[in-house]
Each structure stands twice: as C-alpha cells, then as structure tokens.
C-alpha cells in the first residue's frame, strides 16, 4: 500500500533528519510511529477500563493470594 502525506518544508526537514538520524527510512519512520500511536491509544482504554473494574471493586491482592487463586 502507497500512502500520501504533505508536509510543509520545516515539518519535511524535521522527519527526514530524525530519519537520518535513527538510521530508518522514512516508511519504517512513519510506520513506527503509527503503530505506536495505536499501542498507545490502546494502552490508555486498557487501563481506563481496568480502572473503572477497579473503582468498582478496590479489592487488591498479594502475590501470594494472587498465586493461590491462579493455583501456581
């Protein structure tokens, strides 16, 4: 897949020298920093529904209780 991004001209020269500087091409760049976006996104609703558990039920556990209840 070809994806088309316009940049003005100091954007461009940003993200083509922090390229050149990690040694990556722009795609793998581009393609890194998106994927880390979604993890990120992703991350933050994990832990905002985990929270949400949580405020419900503030019940925590110790490691011991926690391998007895898993039975490890």
């Given at each position: 897949m070809t994806v088309?991004?316009?940049l003005n001209e100091e954007d461009e020269k940003l993200?083509?020298?922090y390229a050149k500087?990690?040694?990556m091409s722009l795609s793998d760049?581009?393609?890194k920093a998106i994927i880390e976006k979604i993890e990120d996104e992703y991350?933050?609703?994990s832990y905002e529904?985990?929270?949400k558990e949580y405020k419900k039920n503030?019940?925590?556990y110790t490691i011991e209780e926690a391998k007895?209840?898993?039975?490890l």
């Open positions: 088309s991004v316009r993200i083509k020298s500087i990690n040694n760049l581009i393609r991350d933050l609703k529904k985990a929270m503030p019940k925590t007895e209840e898993l039975g």
